[in-house]
């Protein structure tokens, strides 16, 4: 069974602060991925890697860094927390990247930002 | 404006009816996946159909795929409230981008 796992579950920070949200695959998968979900939005891309030490924006990097140290672990980073970061964050991870590909995702991590 | 996007916000059906969700995407595609969220809980795959498939089952879910209009459905059939979630359709090139998402009750 894959398996993708987010820490933590859930965090409240406050406006200014510096975030990190962690995410740890065990899947042997090349590919990882930060997607927020807010209500109404679906799913969206905030950042993606396909290789240890380098990352890749998505659809909206703004306001968010993206670290992948090692092929299993990816964490994303908010330097200056805002109000209108409070999302649910979700990590997941793929074999290849592309659509034809299964994403694996995480139980997600539920930001509120005061 | 979303490279997938299914046409309905929401739906209700009682247990042990069948339901469709629909789905339109704008751009050639190699392959359509359907998602499932419960409450809580990451989204979870549900059928990949590739684009040389126009119709794929599992257990008792059956997914379509038009390419000449760019249409996916997604059918569940004898509902059980457990069915309750939001389901969503992706697709994509080198990245998956998701719909808005159908959000589905099934009541008793």
């Known amino acids: 069974e894959a398996a993708v796992t987010q820490s933590p579950r859930s965090k409240v920070a406050v406006t200014g602060g510096k975030v990190t949200l962690s995410c740890h695959q065990t899947?042997?998968?090349?590919?990882m991925y930060w997607y927020r979900q807010d209500t109404g939005h679906g799913l969206r891309l905030i950042h993606y890697?396909?290789?240890?030490?380098?990352?890749e924006k998505g659809d909206i990097p703004d306001g968010y860094k993206a670290s992948r140290p090692s092929q299993e672990n990816f964490s994303l980073i908010l330097e200056l927390a805002s109000l209108s970061q409070t999302a649910v964050y979700f990590c997941?991870?793929?074999?290849?990247?592309?659509?034809?590909?299964?994403?694996?995702f995480g139980s997600g991590t539920r930001l509120t930002v005061l | 404006s979303q490279l997938a996007e299914e046409n309905l916000w929401a739906l209700s059906v009682h247990e042990g009816e069948s339901v469709t969700v629909n789905c339109s995407y704008k751009?050639?595609?190699?392959?359509l996946q359907w998602y499932r969220q419960k409450s809580g809980e990451g989204p979870a795959q549900l059928i990949l159909?590739?684009?040389?498939?126009r119709e794929k089952r599992n257990g008792r879910l059956r997914a379509t795929l038009d390419t000449s209009s760019q249409s996916s459905s997604l059918s569940i059939t004898a509902t059980r409230c457990e069915d309750t979630a939001v389901y969503f359709c992706?697709?994509?090139?080198?990245?998956?981008?998701f719909g808005s998402g159908t959000r589905l009750l099934v009541s008793p």
């Open positions: 751009t050639s595609i190699t392959a």
């Open positions: 890697s396909y290789v240890a030490d380098s990352t």
């Open positions: 992706a697709t994509g090139g080198y990245k998956v981008v």
């Open positions: 159909i590739r684009s040389n498939e």
């Open positions: 899947n042997n998968h090349d590919y």
């Open positions: 997941a991870s793929s074999g290849q990247g592309g659509g034809a590909e299964t994403l694996y």
